[in-house]
């Protein structure tokens, strides 16, 4: 059973830029959700997707946003990057209507 | 909206010692509550879970939980710590729905040899 993927593991982008992060769910899972964890921080929700549709948010703004693909796989999209944007961001995938979520190893942004 | 609260940000303990991590939670209904650990440059790993029933709940690694709803804790705990349980520590909570899990701000362990 492959567990859930992320790439790339590091990147750099300037301010202004946009970027795009990519997930692969555990096999059978079929609910992705998003998070970005600060230095020092705990993990706060960005946004989760169910069949290929946004079905719950947290407090980020519109320039933060996802797709999820037929195979389950993921994509978290930020545009117009900011420097307060630096951190970890973490994919994690579960079953629908399940309560565990299991996590990825994470990408991290820098922006500069 | 839910929230948690892990008052101490550091903890050190010295190897073969017992442990027990703080967590407090907020929310209206009866809760879904985790622990997730983190080693430095890695993902979250789920340690244990509480849905409903038995209030005392085992995960792996040898820690184990209590559910106290009278005082919206979820206190980790260890009889006895190993060298490789030094890490970051995430009490999480999680309302219905589309929700996501709301994180406390974590706890690093330190083990002293």
């Known amino acids: 059973e492959t567990g859930v993927t992320q790439s790339p593991t590091h990147l750099i982008k300037t301010r202004g830029q946009q970027v795009t992060l990519r997930c692969s769910s555990q096999?059978?899972?079929?609910?992705v959700s998003w998070y970005q964890q600060a230095l020092g921080q705990g993990p706060q929700f960005i946004f989760q997707?169910?069949?290929?549709?946004?079905?719950g948010r947290g407090n980020f703004p519109p320039r933060f946003s996802g797709l999820q693909f037929p195979n389950y796989s993921s994509e978290l999209n930020v545009n117009a990057l900011e420097l307060n944007d630096s951190a970890l961001y973490l994919c994690?995938?579960?079953?629908?209507?399940?309560?565990?979520?299991?996590f990825g190893p994470g990408t991290r942004l820098t922006v500069t | 909206a839910q929230s948690v609260t892990q008052p101490d940000i550091h903890i050190t303990v010295s190897e073969g010692a017992s442990l027990e991590l703080r967590c407090n939670y907020s929310?209206?209904?009866?809760?879904?509550l985790f622990w997730y650990v983190q080693s430095p440059g890695q993902g979250l790993q789920l340690l244990l879970k509480?849905?409903?029933?038995?209030?005392l709940v085992q995960g792996i690694k040898g820690f184990e939980a209590e559910f106290k709803r009278s005082q919206s804790s979820f206190n980790l705990r260890k009889p006895s710590v190993h060298w490789s349980d030094a890490a970051e520590y995430f009490c999480?909570?999680?309302?219905?729905?589309?929700?996501?899990?709301?994180f406390g701000k974590g706890t690093h362990l330190i083990i002293q040899p």
């Open positions: 994690a995938s579960s079953l629908a209507g399940g309560w565990e979520q299991y």
């Open positions: 096999s059978g899972h079929n609910t």
């Open positions: 997707y169910y069949r290929e549709e946004e079905n």
């Open positions: 929310y209206g209904a009866t809760p879904y």
């Open positions: 509480y849905f409903s029933g038995d209030t």
């Open positions: 999480a909570v999680r309302g219905g729905g589309a929700d996501g899990l709301t």
